[in-house]
């Protein structure tokens, strides 16, 4: 019984590691994109106003992990993965997203039941899209537990990349939506935080760590993904990371991260003086 249920989940395992990510796939997480940077403090208006920078803009978020992955493996021309297609997809939803007629585009894909699929469809997209970066990195980096922090790191930009690049189209557009943290190292978001620890299980994959093939941790990433996006969606959004980084972080420096840290009589003194 147990068989027959593996071999059917290998066989699901298969046919979502086998799905092209473009177009389709693409398209989504460009619509998804363009979505998150609407939604940024004067989207719309600054569309308006500034309609060149915000479509570079929105570029950037769009492509931002294939652009960084590129120059984390050497390669000379960041937009090596970019093609014509793939400019006029992005291009062409930007366009629909802000400019459509009584914003019909943006009203049908925020309706919850087609947020939800895009929403599923993106984050298998984004199980498959860590897992090409860590096969890359592979290929550049020596086959070696030493180098499995690089290989991670690589997969990590490929699948959370939309929200890195989102910093740069604040600084474009000078402005941050109340209540957001200035950029992604200030506090990373559960995309980060997720596609990092499915590259550092990809990579000890490949590095013959674990012994599990590609496509089932494939689908088991999108499950888990799938999983997370959806709850945040139709509940709240829960970070199962928090606990045990918060745990890491005490371990490693007696300090509990939502405590401030005590000022010493130094740095009170400085404080002070800037003050007066």
Same mark, same amino acid.
């Given at each position: 019984?147990?068989?027959?249920?593996?071999?059917?989940?290998?066989?699901?395992?298969?046919?979502?590691?086998?799905?092209?990510?473009?177009?389709?796939?693409?398209a989504?997480?460009?619509?998804?994109?363009?979505?998150?940077?609407?939604?940024?403090?004067?989207g719309?208006?600054?569309?308006?106003?500034?309609?060149?920078?915000?479509?570079?803009?929105?570029?950037i978020?769009?492509?931002?992990g294939?652009?960084?992955?590129?120059?984390?493996?050497?390669?000379?021309?960041?937009l090596?993965?970019?093609?014509?297609?793939?400019?006029?997809?992005?291009?062409?939803?930007?366009y629909?997203?802000?400019?459509?007629?009584?914003?019909?585009?943006?009203?049908v894909?925020?309706?919850l039941?087609?947020?939800?699929?895009?929403?599923?469809?993106?984050?298998?997209?984004?199980?498959?899209?860590?897992?090409?970066?860590?096969?890359?990195?592979?290929?550049?980096?020596?086959?070696?537990?030493?180098?499995?922090?690089a290989?991670?790191?690589?997969?990590?930009?490929k699948?959370?990349?939309?929200?890195?690049?989102?910093?740069?189209?604040?600084?474009?557009?000078?402005?941050?939506?109340?209540?957001?943290?200035?950029?992604?190292? !200030?506090?990373? *978001? @559960?995309?980060?935080?997720?596609?990092? +620890?499915?590259?550092v299980i990809?990579? /000890?994959?490949?590095?013959? &760590?674990?012994?599990?093939?590609?496509?089932d941790l494939?689908?088991?990433?999108?499950? !888990?993904?799938? *999983? @997370?996006?959806?709850?945040?969606?139709? +509940?709240?959004?829960?970070?199962?990371? /928090?606990?045990?980084?918060? &745990?890491?972080?005490?371990?490693?420096t007696c300090?509990?991260?939502?405590?401030?840290h005590?000022?010493?009589?130094?740095?009170?003194?400085?404080?002070k003086?800037?003050t007066?």
């Amino acid at each position: 019984m147990a068989l027959i249920i593996y071999e059917q989940f290998h066989t699901l395992a298969v046919s979502l590691y086998s799905l092209p990510l473009f177009p389709v796939l693409y398209a989504v997480h460009a619509t998804i994109a363009a979505v998150q940077v609407r939604r940024e403090l004067g989207g719309v208006q600054f569309a308006v106003n500034h309609p060149i920078a915000s479509c570079v803009g929105n570029f950037i978020v769009t492509t931002f992990g294939g652009m960084v992955a590129n120059l984390l493996l050497g390669n000379k021309s960041p937009l090596l993965s970019v093609t014509v297609p793939h400019v006029m997809i992005t291009v062409g939803i930007w366009y629909l997203m802000f400019f459509s007629p009584m914003d019909v585009f943006y009203n049908v894909v925020t309706l919850l039941p087609v947020k939800l699929v895009l929403a599923v469809l993106n984050e298998i997209r984004r199980s498959m899209n860590v897992m090409t970066g860590v096969l890359a990195a592979c290929t550049v980096f020596p086959a070696s537990l030493s180098y499995f922090l690089a290989i991670s790191i690589v997969g990590m930009v490929k699948g959370s990349g939309s929200r890195w690049g989102i910093t740069l189209h604040r600084w474009i557009a000078q402005s941050s939506p109340a209540g957001a943290c200035g950029h992604e190292l !200030l506090k990373l *978001s @559960l995309v980060t935080k997720a596609s990092f +620890v499915i590259a550092v299980i990809y990579s /000890l994959n490949e590095l013959k &760590v674990l012994h599990v093939a590609r496509e089932d941790l494939c689908l088991w990433a999108a499950i !888990l993904l799938v *999983s @997370l996006k959806m709850y945040s969606i139709i +509940v709240a959004e829960v970070d199962p990371f /928090l606990l045990p980084a918060s &745990v890491i972080w005490f371990a490693a420096t007696c300090v509990s991260p939502t405590r401030e840290h005590p000022i010493s009589a130094t740095d009170a003194v400085s404080q002070k003086q800037k003050t007066s």
